[in-house]
């Protein structure tokens, strides 16, 4: 029978392996800083998840008190995000790994604007930074994100 101690020690190593304790740095799993274009300042977190190989990004928290309430009035009449909270809102989806590091073919929500666009995501600097690039067609933008953890 094994002692109290040995039984402590394989629980813990199951619950770090189960809270993604030994996560891949690489992934984009986690929480990320958003960072304004303009003022080069965290505009938001959002929280990005895996379902079945499946990325989506959910805002957890708006950095702005001003902006707290915001909602997503501009979106598409059709979109079932219109006039819903910003907060708790998935604006990332559909995204699905690509090679390496990184992961394509979904879509991102700019809620300031309701506009959706093509989306892509590189992970950089050893899992610190997220490129995160939006376009339609050939026009878009890149922005990087910050790992929050």
Known sequence: MPSV????????????LSTGAFADPMSPV???S???DKTHQPKSVVRIT????VISGTVEKIIDPAKQDSKCDDCANDDPR???????????TGLKKEGGNVYGGGQIL????GKTYNAKVTVIDG????EMRGSILFFGRTQTWIRVN
């Open 5 to 16: 101690q040995t039984r402590f020690c394989v629980a813990l190593f199951i619950a770090g």
């Open 30 to 32: 986690g929480s990320w």
């Open 127 to 130: 899992g610190k930074k997220l």
């Open 110 to 113: 700019d809620p300031n604007n």
């Open 82 to 92: 219109k006039g819903k909270p910003v907060i708790g809102m998935t604006i990332l």
């Open 34 to 36: 958003t960072i304004d």
């Open 50 to 53: 895996e379902t079945d190989g």
